[in-house]
């Protein structure tokens, strides 16, 4: 059993700054693209920002130079560090993760999402 646990949401002035967490645990064979993702009340899920194995990242255009994606590896945990944040940054973000499970001999490559955590800019 596979899950993503994201953490580091909450309420914070414009201009301000919050880091996400999103960490995955379970039975892993291996961890390959991880991303964050938002979504407001009636729009479709966006992308933030992704970022692959081996650290090559992608980020949308409404927060690069504010965001920055990055992974440990090792603790099988991705961050989103945001800043300058500005009130259309509200929205719930979402962790999605490539992940690949060995069973038996058989491999098998899914994505899986997080709960989501609420992340609040006013104004």
């Known amino acids: 059993q596979v899950q993503l646990v994201e953490s580091g949401g909450g309420l914070v002035q414009a201009g301000g700054s919050l880091r996400l967490f999103c960490t995955a645990s379970?039975?892993?064979?291996?961890?390959?693209?991880m991303g964050w993702y938002r979504q407001v009340p009636g729009k479709e899920r966006d992308l933030v920002a992704s970022?692959?194995?081996?650290?090559?990242?992608d980020d949308a255009n409404s927060v690069k130079g504010r965001f920055t994606i990055s992974r440990d590896n090792a603790k099988n945990t991705i961050y989103l560090q945001m800043n300058s944040l500005k009130p259309e940054d509200t929205a719930v973000y979402y962790c999605?993760?490539?992940?690949?499970?060995?069973?038996?001999?058989?491999?098998?490559?899914?994505?899986?999402w997080g709960q989501g955590t609420q992340v609040t800019v006013s104004s």
């Open positions: 379970g039975s892993i064979f291996r961890l390959n693209a």
């Open positions: 970022i692959a194995s081996e650290g090559s990242t």
């Open positions: 999605k993760a490539d992940i690949m499970t060995l069973q038996g001999d058989q491999l098998h490559d899914f994505y899986i």
